[in-house]
């Protein structure tokens, strides 16, 4: 087949209802049996707050090109109206499950072990009594209730906000009959309340406010009052072209933030349909736009009676990431990386050296210097105390911290201020480019000489996340390694021509370029008659001239394994241009989220390790990073435990087939179950 042909819209998939997809796969988590009921219900609150970040990116994006008449079609040929028509139906039917597992299975099942969330008609007399009270000493006074008439039009309603519209009868004190009236309950009320006195009891707060509503209406009749929510587009815009300061044109931006155009309105089910109709239009949404919910308008919110609840029966058994022995043999990291190379398998083993390398490095007097780069991490971070440690001992520390991590950018801001507040070197990367790439650089003095120690990881320098994802990370003092990542943090933070690097790829400049000359690389190996494989380990797949060499490769019969986790726009299985690819999406008690690219050619094989994506923004419009795995034994290490054990996987892997359906691999028809996440588990823990 031509190569020009491969530009046709049906080779490739719809990238937002591929997203819809991965979604669907998280839900199914909580339909299965064999998962601990109240990880089943993580599974179903983390679909439901993923869909509050597509509908305030992705279906704002949509209706944004809408609004400004672009003609511009999705990768799959798509107009952006057939996209939102496509997308809206997708999501409307995943609502639909969502609610009913909640209600149909997990409130249930809930129940049978004795943990309660309860409904206003369920309360017996003391806690009708203890939640009147409540409402009357703790909720009523933060509440401000508004009357909509001509002195009180439509309020502003910030984006996500938990809100009632109710419905009155009656003339008040000024005899107003306006009939309506808002109710917005402060972020500051807790959304789930425990019963006192009473274990695993629960009720919402959205259900006390609906039951004593007329306690807010003094003298007037409440026929009605229902919970709703508008979610809002949340994408930030910044013109970096035209601001000398980014820090103070995204503050601006964030208080834009939560009034952005209406993109979704979530309403409670039993809402009469005038009263929707009255907040569509003042909205400006549409029937499409509207998601009538049979349940709390924001089930994201069960998230805090998830803390609440004291039944470690009911989670994942309790597992403690060990230390690489190799590690515990030497009195510093730095000692050890002398010797050996360190990688690490998160959550398997623990991200603990990695703060001890930090850590160390601010209190070891030899260490000079210390660079590292900062997209997400955590409140009360070791890294970030260590970090002030260093600059307050006056040593040279620079924090390059991504101002613009989405959802992130205020938390973000915050912590550059407290690092500059102490005497760290603040960077906030290179105009119209993200930072994503993960690293850190020790500069450390050694009999006179200098020499410098890394860490590169897939994934962020956050400890909470470092328990729930998988990544890699790699320790290294090689010194091709160092050098590149020092020239890296110089261009960073200095300017200058693109910096030659040794044996390390660079977006927006290398990475994308050398991926291809990699494909097209195994592709001669299989013209010639030698063994080729391609399998990449990614979250998303969406950049079109790779998806098209990945074709020409498959065209070429080069066999090709893609684990996606989530976005694929390739079309695998399609006769005559992908039958040799497939394409598979685990889904399981960790998220998936290191990226491995592995080229095998002939007898030598090459892997790189990144923090990158394979989409349009990784390759060209982030700072990225893939670094290679020299040392033959670790490199095995992550073929096997990154890739060919996740692709024995037959219970928790998915399956892409050509008209974008996802089928779930089924171990009865192999030999045994195999759960790649628990092998990895039992491997670490022995």
């Known amino acids: 087949m031509a190569e020009f042909e491969l530009n046709q819209p049906n080779f490739y998939l719809n990238r937002e209802l591929s997203a819809l997809a991965f979604n669907a796969r998280v839900l199914e988590q909580a339909c299965e049996p064999k998962t601990p009921l109240l990880e089943r219900l993580r599974f179903l609150l983390i679909c439901d707050s993923n869909l509050d970040e597509f509908f305030e990116i992705r279906v704002a994006g949509l209706k944004q090109q809408i609004a400004l008449s672009s003609s511009k079609s999705t990768l799959d040929g798509r107009s952006p109206e057939e996209a939102l028509k496509a997308v809206s139906q997708a999501a409307h039917d995943?609502?639909?499950?969502?609610?009913?597992?909640?209600?149909?299975?997990?409130?249930?099942?809930?129940?049978?072990?004795?943990?309660?969330?309860?409904?206003?008609?369920?309360?017996?007399?003391?806690?009708?009594?203890?939640?009147?009270?409540?409402?009357?000493?703790?909720?009523?006074?933060?509440?401000?209730?508004?009357?909509?008439?001509?002195?009180?039009?439509?309020?502003?309603?910030?984006?996500k906000s938990l809100n009632f519209i109710v419905e009155l009868e009656g003339e008040d004190a000024f005899g107003r009959t306006s009939g309506l009236a808002i109710v917005h309950a402060p972020r500051s009320l807790p959304r789930v309340i425990a019963f006192p006195e009473e274990t695993n009891t629960f009720v919402l707060l959205s259900t006390i406010i609906s039951y004593y509503a007329e306690e807010l209406f003094p003298g007037m009749t409440v026929h009605?009052?229902?919970?709703?929510?508008?979610?809002?587009?949340?994408?930030?815009?910044?013109?970096?072209?035209?601001?000398?300061?980014?820090?103070?044109?995204?503050?601006?931006?964030?208080?834009?933030?939560?009034?952005?155009?209406?993109?979704?309105?979530?309403?409670?089910?039993?809402?009469?349909?005038?009263?929707?109709?009255?907040?569509?239009?003042?909205?400006?949404?549409?029937?499409?736009?509207?998601?009538?919910?049979?349940?709390?308008?924001?089930?994201?919110?069960?998230?805090?009676?998830?803390k609440l609840i004291q039944r470690p029966d009911l989670h994942y058994p309790v597992f403690s990431p060990k230390i690489p022995e190799v590690i515990k043999k030497y009195p510093s990291v730095f000692d050890c990386l002398k010797e050996t190379d360190v990688l690490l398998h998160l959550p398997y083993q623990s991200f603990n050296p990695v703060v001890d390398f930090v850590h160390q490095a601010a209190h070891d007097p030899n260490v000079?210097?210390?660079?590292?780069?900062?997209y997400r991490t955590e409140k009360n971070s070791l890294i970030v105390e260590a970090l002030l440690a260093a600059a307050r001992s006056g040593k040279?520390?620079?924090?390059?911290?991504e101002l613009r991590a989405r959802f992130d950018e205020e938390e973000n801001i915050a912590l550059a201020n407290r690092l500059q507040d102490a005497g760290v070197i603040i960077a906030y990367g290179v105009v119209g480019y993200k930072t994503h790439a993960k690293m850190i650089l020790v500069i450390r003095r050694e009999q006179q000489e200098l020499k410098r120690y890394v860490h590169l990881s897939t994934g962020n320098y956050h400890a909470l996340t470092a328990t729930q994802y998988t990544d890699f990370g790699l320790l290294?003092?090689?010194?091709?390694?160092?050098?590149?990542?020092?020239?890296?943090?110089?261009?960073?933070?200095?300017?200058?021509?693109?910096?030659t690097l040794k044996c390390m790829l660079y977006a927006p400049f290398t990475f994308h370029s050398t991926f291809l000359h990699l494909i097209n690389k195994v592709i001669e190996y299989k013209k010639a008659g030698h063994e080729a494989k391609i399998i990449f380990k990614l979250n998303a797949l969406t950049e079109v001239q790779i998806i098209q060499a990945l074709y020409r490769a498959s065209q070429a019969g080069v066999e090709i394994q893609l684990l996606i986790r989530g976005i694929c726009c390739l079309r695998?299985?399609?006769?005559?241009?992908?039958?040799?690819?497939?394409?598979?999406?685990?889904?399981?008690?960790?998220?998936?989220?290191?990226?491995?690219?592995?080229?095998?050619?002939?007898?030598?094989?090459?892997?790189?390790?990144?923090?990158?994506?394979?989409?349009?923004?990784n390759c060209f419009y982030r700072v990225e990073t893939a670094f290679p795995i020299l040392n033959p034994e670790l490199r095995e290490r992550v073929k096997e435990e990154g890739l060919f054990t996740l692709l024995e996987d037959n219970t928790q892997s998915w399956e892409l087939s050509a008209d974008g359906s996802y089928q779930l691999a089924h171990h009865k028809k192999a030999e045994k179950a195999i759960c790649a996440q628990e092998l990895l588990l039992n491997k670490f823990s022995a």
């Open 224 to 306: 009605g009052c229902y919970q709703f929510r508008i979610t809002r587009n949340s994408e930030l815009f910044v013109d970096e072209d035209k601001t000398d300061d980014l820090l103070s044109a995204l503050k601006t931006q964030l208080l834009a933030r939560s009034y952005g155009n209406a993109v979704r309105l979530e309403i409670a089910d039993n809402c009469p349909d005038h009263l929707v109709n009255n907040l569509c239009k003042k909205t400006g949404l549409s029937a499409q736009d509207t998601y009538l919910c049979p349940g709390p308008v924001n089930l994201s919110r069960l998230f805090g009676m998830l």
């Open 94 to 159: 995943l609502v639909a499950k969502k609610y009913a597992i909640f209600n149909n299975e997990l409130l249930p099942a809930l129940k049978k072990e004795k943990i309660n969330l309860l409904e206003a008609k369920a309360w017996n007399a003391k806690q009708a009594d203890w939640t009147k009270n409540y409402f009357l000493t703790q909720v009523l006074p933060v509440l401000s209730p508004i009357a909509l008439d001509l002195a009180h039009p439509f309020p502003r309603i910030v984006n």
């Open 476 to 499: 290294t003092c090689n010194p091709d390694i160092t050098e590149d990542v020092h020239l890296v943090f110089q261009e960073l933070t200095g300017m200058g021509q693109v910096a």
């Open 368 to 374: 000079l210097a210390i660079k590292i780069t900062l």
């Open 396 to 401: 040279e520390v620079t924090a390059i911290v």
């Open 572 to 617: 695998p299985g399609m006769h005559g241009v992908s039958e040799n690819i497939h394409v598979h999406s685990i889904i399981g008690r960790f998220l998936e989220h290191h990226r491995i690219y592995y080229f095998e050619m002939g007898k030598d094989s090459v892997v790189y390790l990144s923090s990158a994506d394979l989409m349009e923004r």
